[in-house]
């Protein structure tokens, strides 16, 4: 199957969230952390921390399982991911 690549940004709250409620799957992807640090993980366990101006990678994936909270209450981080998925044509 063919694959592109794609964007999609949040802007990250003081909870833990799905980066997104879409299950988006993914062969691999980089996601950008923009002007605050941010706790990543599985939405239980929230302890790695990507710093601002970070970039964190992963391989093969759902980006509705990853979920980020800003480490500081108040400083909404902004996170970009970009990678690529397997498309239909």
Excluded: C
């Excluded at 592109?4 to 879409?22: L, Q, Y």
């Excluded at 062969?27 to 990507?50: L, R």
């Amino acid at each position: 199957m063919p694959k592109t690549t794609i964007s999609k940004s949040k802007t990250i709250s003081d909870t833990a969230e799905r980066f997104s409620g879409d299950d988006i799957f993914y062969w691999s992807g980089n996601f950008h952390v923009y002007n605050y640090d941010v706790y990543y993980g599985d939405g239980v366990i929230m302890e790695a921390i990507a710093e601002a101006n970070s970039v964190v990678s992963f391989d093969r994936g759902s980006l509705k399982d990853i979920f980020f909270k800003n480490k500081t209450p108040g400083q909404a981080a902004k996170v970009v991911f970009v990678g690529t998925i397997e498309t239909e044509d």
